[in-house]
């Protein structure tokens, strides 16, 4: 199939994840957030917006696009090549490889605060009159994970997911949303690191010379080969 074939094929998958992936990385930014909390206050921004902002992206990615790409072209899920048994093993290994990295992410970020649950639990508490809380230290904007999966690869969700989608099996509908997904991740890695490297500076470059941005860094061959 032709580069303008496939393009004509899968245009609106293409848009759709293309405005999907602009909207998410813009709302995601400072610029954004202190527009909202002119037009609707800090208390909104603060202990709302987060949850709005995943709930948004889980309905625009899987009630929306995901059902879209895939319903569009059905005849396209078959498998393109087929693995010779201990090929495809190997593939089940990394597959599930890539929901456990994932997991383990989703974890160590705080998940409660990742999805913005625990700032609205404060948030609520705050309406109804309660103490005075201490300000909580975000992920990723306030305090700057290096331990554990994190000491790894610094965009562990976004290779996880990357992963996940090179191993789902070699269809057509499959390669082309992992080729926007593949996109997004290196657009919207680039710009993640502009911002992480505004707020955390020297910090932030230290990390990114030893950690790797979406694979563990080898460490440097000794000169004469060791031993």
Not at 67 to 75: D, E, G, K, V, Y
Not at 78 to 83: D, N, S
């Amino acid at each position: 199939m032709a580069m303008a074939e496939l393009l004509a094929d899968y245009w609106a998958s293409l848009l759709c994840f293309t405005l999907f992936g602009l909207l998410h990385s813009v709302c995601a930014r400072e610029p954004c957030k202190q527009l909202l909390i002119r037009l609707a206050g800090r208390q909104f921004v603060d202990h709302y917006w987060r949850f709005c902002y995943c709930a948004a992206s889980y309905v625009a990615l899987y009630q929306v696009i995901s059902p879209l790409h895939w319903s569009l072209h059905p005849s396209n899920d078959q498998w393109l090549i087929f693995y010779p048994g201990w090929l495809w093993q190997a593939v089940i290994v990394l597959h599930l490889l890539s929901v456990c990295l994932g997991y383990v992410a989703f974890l160590q970020s705080d998940y409660l605060e990742f999805l913005g649950l625990k700032q609205v639990w404060r948030g609520l508490r705050r309406s109804l009159s309660g103490p005075a809380l201490v300000p909580m230290k975000l992920f990723g904007t306030d305090r700057l994970e290096v331990r554990g999966i994190y000491g790894w690869v610094r965009h562990p969700m976004l290779a996880a997911g990357f992963l996940f989608l090179l191993t789902s099996g070699p269809s057509l509908n499959n390669l082309v949303f992992l080729f926007m997904y593949a996109a997004y991740m290196l657009i919207g890695g680039y710009y993640e690191e502009r911002r992480l490297i505004r707020i955390f500076g020297a910090e932030y470059l230290d990390y990114r010379e030893c950690v790797g941005a979406y694979f563990p860094r080898l460490p440097p061959l000794r000169p004469g080969g060791g031993g």
